[in-house]
Each structure stands twice: as structure tokens, then as C-alpha cells.
């Protein structure tokens, strides 16, 4: 598969696995964070099998907001004393780093 190919793929998954780790208390903000851990790895699978160059870019794009989103559910939850405070400096590092492999593939 084409996505498996993708440093962004693999990273996406590394962020996934955080935010699962980040053991959030709220149910709803737990929720909100794993569906936009989710979605930017399988946004990424997606772009990756698009043909036009543009749509592409498109769907890396949403891929970028959704992982944008889950490190911000973490940190909130950490702010909210719903995580502990070590859960969003795991997130973040990999957050970044994802956010800019996504950015070059939006370009």
C-alpha cells in the first residue's frame, strides 16, 4: 500500500499511540482526541492514494488540522487535570514533527 511508504504514515501512528497513552479521564475529550488521532493517520492513507497532485494536497491539509487537534485535546486535558502533565510532552515532539512532514505535503 502506498501510505506505507510515508514517514507522515508512521508518524501519524507514533501520535496515535500517545494519545492512547495520554489515558485521558474525560470520556468526551478522550473521544475527541483518539477520532482526530485517527483521522490524521487515515488521512494520510488517503492522500496517499489520490491521483491529482492537488487533491492530494487537500486531504494532507485535513491530515495536518486533525493531528493539530489531538495535541490540542491533550493538552487540554492536561490543563483541565483530565491527563497527567508528562502526556502532552510525550504528544507534542511527535505532534510537531508530524504537522511539519504534513506541511511539505500540502505543498
Avoid: W
Avoid at 501510505?3 to 504514515?9: S, V
Avoid at 487515515?42 to 492522500?47: D, F, G, I, Q, R
Avoid at 490543563?79 to 502526556?87: C, F, N, S, Y
Amino acid at each position: 500500500m502506498p501510505h506505507h511508504n510515508l514517514l507522515a504514515y508512521k508518524v501519524a501512528l507514533e501520535l496515535l499511540s500517545a494519545v492512547r497513552a495520554a489515558e485521558i479521564r474525560d470520556a468526551k475529550l478522550r473521544d475527541q482526541a483518539m477520532r482526530a488521532a485517527k483521522s490524521a493517520a487515515l488521512n494520510v492513507a488517503e492522500a496517499a492514494g489520490r491521483v491529482s497532485p492537488a487533491d492530494r494536497a487537500r486531504v494532507f491539509a485535513i491530515a495536518r488540522g486533525e493531528a493539530m487537534e489531538a495535541a490540542a485535546a491533550v493538552e487540554v486535558a492536561v490543563l483541565a487535570a483530565d491527563a497527567d502533565g508528562d502526556a502532552f510532552e510525550a504528544c507534542l515532539p511527535i505532534a510537531e514533527r508530524l504537522v511539519a512532514l504534513l506541511t511539505g505535503l500540502c505543498r
